[in-house]
């Protein structure tokens, strides 16, 4: 039986960066593309949770602000799950193990 995680600590990463992070230092989001080598577009839809945290996004948040990316890639691997098990009901798939 899969243990459910609670909504309350599926969090998309990008948008927990936003708040906890980019804001906290006073970081534009310009400024941040600039630093990244990336888009304006890219941050801003990783920071407003439209885009998922990629590893090599995660490895730029380390080494600009001393986070471990593995820590970010979790953070937004149990988003996701989360998300995906709200309607896991609607997947329809059969067990394939015998009983």
């Not at 602000?65 to 896991?88: I, N, P, S, W």
Request: charged residues 25%; positive net charge; proline residues 1%.
């Amino acid at each position: 039986m899969a243990i459910k995680l609670h909504p309350s600590f599926a969090i998309h990463a990008g948008e927990w960066l936003k708040t906890e992070i980019v804001e906290a230092h006073g970081v534009k989001i310009n400024d941040l593309a600039e630093a990244f080598g990336v888009s304006r577009q890219a941050i801003s839809g990783l920071l407003n949770g439209r885009y998922a945290l990629t590893a090599e996004m995660a490895i730029r948040f380390e080494s600009a602000f001393g986070l471990k990316a593995e820590t970010l890639m979790r953070m937004q691997a149990r988003y996701e799950l989360a998300k995906a098990r709200e309607h896991g009901v609607e997947l329809a798939v059969r067990s394939l193990i015998a009983a």
